[in-house]
């Protein structure tokens, strides 16, 4: 069955420190991946997404993903925190078929100390 | 300004009563979504509609029901019969659920408490 896995829960960045957080997914074709980030109380906002093409996505706010087959990974990076960048991230992957439907991973709480 | 609004932001439910939250985008989407959202639990859906007049449960539908008369508008009634609906809740849109690479756009969500 498709998941996706997004191992850390909970990390905690000094501000101006590099970021990745990581996404594996579980997929038996190619996939179609998303990154979004939630502000407490708020609804998701789209970083960026990955359909084909150059595995290396930028996105908004200085976001970049990368999409590794081998690794089945397709890890967040961001090169500079800024405070403003304290929210929940979730991976996603588009389902099988054509629903248009998304599978989301549970999410990592970014922290950043000033 | 393009985009999704839901409302109300709170809402507070007595157990035993229906109660239907609001979802309008005026993207000109074909498909919408709702999802229900856990602490640590990610998001999980509960309905979706990919043309109006039609729509299909998803993984949590027990205990809520949906209508699609207009293309802009998805209510979404959460019924007696959800055991524990105290939750957010968030709906989305996309451009037509006819392949995978459909994006999705939320709306801010409603936060549903069961008194």
């Known amino acids: 069955a498709q998941s996706v896995t997004q191992p850390d829960i909970h990390i905690t960045v000094s501000e101006g420190a590099s970021l990745e957080l990581r996404c594996n997914y579980s997929y038996g074709a190619t996939p179609y991946l998303f990154w979004y980030v939630q502000s407490p109380g708020q609804g998701l906002q789209l970083l960026l997404k990955?359909?084909?093409?150059?595995?290396l996505v930028q996105g908004i706010k200085g976001f970049e993903a990368e999409f590794k087959r081998s690794q089945s990974s397709f890890n967040l990076r961001k090169p500079s925190v800024h405070w403003s960048d304290a929210a929940e991230y979730f991976c996603?992957?588009?389902?099988?078929?054509?629903?248009?439907?998304?599978?989301f991973g549970q999410g990592t709480t970014l922290q950043v100390k000033p | 300004d393009g985009g999704i609004t839901q409302s109300p932001k709170y809402l507070f439910r007595k157990e035993g009563q229906n109660v239907t939250l609001s979802c309008e985008q005026n993207l000109n989407h074909d498909a919408m979504y709702w999802y229900r959202q856990d602490p640590g639990q990610g998001l999980r859906l509960i309905y979706y509609?990919?043309?109006?007049?039609?729509?299909q449960k998803g993984d949590i539908a027990e205990g809520y029901s949906v209508s699609r008369e207009k293309k802009e508008s998805f209510p979404l009634t959460v019924t007696s019969a959800q055991k524990n609906p105290t939750a957010f809740y968030l709906c989305?849109?996309?451009?037509?659920?006819?392949?995978?690479?459909?994006?999705?756009?939320f709306g801010p969500g409603t936060r549903l408490t069961v008194l």
């Open positions: 996603a992957v588009g389902v099988k078929g054509n629903t248009g439907k998304l599978i």
């Open positions: 989305a849109s996309g451009r037509g659920g006819t392949s995978r690479t459909d994006t999705q756009y």
């Open positions: 509609s990919q043309i109006v007049n039609d729509f």
């Open positions: 990955y359909f084909s093409g150059d595995t």
